[in-house]
């Protein structure tokens, strides 16, 4: 297989898109069925995820009055563009993609696009709800941001390379359990979950940026989110989860991993109320920053 083949088959089958969608709604509905479990209600069908999206796609586009249409439109795509690029990055077993030098920037730049995206939809819609959505999306960003990158960073200092696949390959050790948990640390806010829903806290500005986005560019914007949920924890899986020396296996482990962890953080989001935006910026820089700072001296006294 060409390398123009090998991409392609990886942006939109495996792991990309075909894969990706329907696992990005199986676990986004494992989320609100657990949450409404713990809240005592029945919650929802396996398949509302998926419905929700469909349904979106059918409805009409409604454009704000005076937004760049080019703009307000190309958004989504980016963002879904970006975030399934990503994930065609990530080495999971049966990637046709080979890995290549450097990789991990460009999988760590890609991972902000969809960030970007949502910031700039706030601000492109003139919707004062979505410009201070945008606004607090931007300011969380520079905090769960340390801790985030200094996990993948912390993990490509022991490996001595910045290639995924290489990550995979390092002994496992006490830097893996500290970077581990420096990652899981910034889970919650990059899922926007509680206690750092703070860019779409609804009952205080209806919405997040996406509050004058309808119909198809809406429903791009839910399937970005769902697969990059999936980017996420698997992500997680393949970095700091040993390989076992059976493909199959490891596939097995680290999708049964991405459940667990998304049942970890949905239990946390649950058990917890909505932090001010001052108070999420303070604990990430304080206590996420003591956790990269204490994962980068293990690198260099392993």
Same mark, same amino acid.
């Given at each position: 297989?060409?390398?123009?083949?090998?991409?392609?088959?990886?942006?939109?089958?495996?792991?990309?898109?075909?894969?990706?969608?329907?696992?990005?709604?199986?676990?986004?509905?494992?989320?609100?069925?657990?949450?409404?479990?713990?809240?005592?209600?029945?919650?929802?069908?396996?398949?509302?995820?998926?419905?929700?999206?469909?349904?979106?796609?059918?409805?009409?586009?409604?454009?704000?009055?005076?937004?760049?249409?080019?703009?307000?439109?190309?958004?989504?795509?980016?963002?879904?563009?970006?975030?399934?690029?990503?994930?065609?990055?990530? !080495?999971?077993?049966?990637?046709?993609?080979? +890995?290549?030098?450097?990789?991990? #920037? &460009? /999988?760590?730049? @890609?991972?902000? $696009?969809?960030?970007?995206?949502?910031?700039?939809?706030?601000?492109?819609?003139?919707?004062?709800?979505?410009?201070?959505?945008?606004?607090?999306?931007?300011?969380?960003?520079?905090?769960?941001?340390?801790?985030?990158?200094?996990?993948?960073?912390?993990?490509?200092?022991?490996?001595?390379?910045?290639?995924?696949?290489?990550?995979?390959?390092?002994?496992?050790?006490?830097?893996?359990?500290?970077?581990?948990?420096?990652?899981?640390?910034?889970?919650?806010?990059?899922?926007?979950?509680?206690?750092?829903?703070?860019?779409?806290?609804?009952?205080?500005?209806?919405?997040?940026?996406?509050?004058?986005?309808?119909? !198809?560019?809406?429903?791009?914007?839910?399937? +970005?989110?769902?697969?990059?949920? #999936? &980017? /996420?924890?698997? @992500?997680?899986? $393949?970095?700091?989860?040993?390989?076992?020396?059976?493909?199959?296996?490891?596939?097995?482990?680290?999708?049964?991993?991405?459940?667990?962890?998304?049942?970890?953080?949905?239990?946390?989001?649950?058990?917890?109320?909505?932090?001010?935006?001052?108070?999420?910026?303070?604990?990430?820089?304080?206590?996420?920053?003591?956790?990269?700072?204490?994962?980068?001296?293990?690198?260099?006294?392993?």
């Amino acid at each position: 297989m060409s390398a123009v083949w090998s991409y392609l088959v990886a942006i939109a089958v495996w792991p990309g898109l075909l894969f990706a969608a329907p696992l990005g709604w199986l676990e986004l509905w494992f989320m609100r069925k657990l949450v409404a479990r713990l809240q005592g209600r029945q919650g929802p069908p396996f398949f509302q995820p998926f419905f929700d999206v469909m349904k979106l796609l059918g409805k009409e586009t409604v454009i704000p009055k005076g937004v760049n249409r080019g703009i307000f439109l190309a958004l989504p795509l980016v963002s879904l563009a970006a975030v399934t690029a990503a994930l065609a990055i990530v !080495p999971l077993p049966g990637n046709p993609v080979p +890995s290549l030098p450097g990789d991990i #920037v &460009l /999988l760590l730049y @890609l991972m902000e $696009v969809p960030v970007l995206c949502e910031v700039l939809a706030g601000y492109v819609s003139r919707s004062i709800y979505g410009q201070v959505a945008a606004m607090r999306e931007a300011i969380l960003s520079l905090a769960y941001n340390l801790p985030f990158l200094v996990a993948i960073i912390a993990m490509a200092q022991v490996a001595g390379s910045f290639q995924m696949r290489a990550l995979q390959e390092v002994p496992y050790g006490p830097v893996h359990l500290l970077a581990a948990l420096t990652f899981l640390l910034a889970l919650p806010a990059r899922m926007k979950l509680n206690p750092f829903s703070i860019a779409n806290a609804e009952h205080e500005i209806i919405a997040d940026s996406h509050i004058e986005y309808s119909g !198809p560019p809406l429903a791009l914007f839910k399937l +970005s989110h769902a697969i990059e949920v #999936v &980017l /996420l924890t698997e @992500l997680f899986a $393949v970095v700091f989860i040993p390989a076992t020396p059976w493909p199959p296996v490891n596939l097995v482990v680290y999708l049964v991993a991405g459940i667990l962890v998304l049942g970890g953080v949905t239990l946390l989001a649950t058990a917890t109320a909505r932090l001010r935006l001052t108070q999420a910026f303070r604990f990430y820089w304080i206590w996420g920053g003591i956790a990269s700072a204490i994962t980068m001296a293990a690198t260099l006294v392993r």
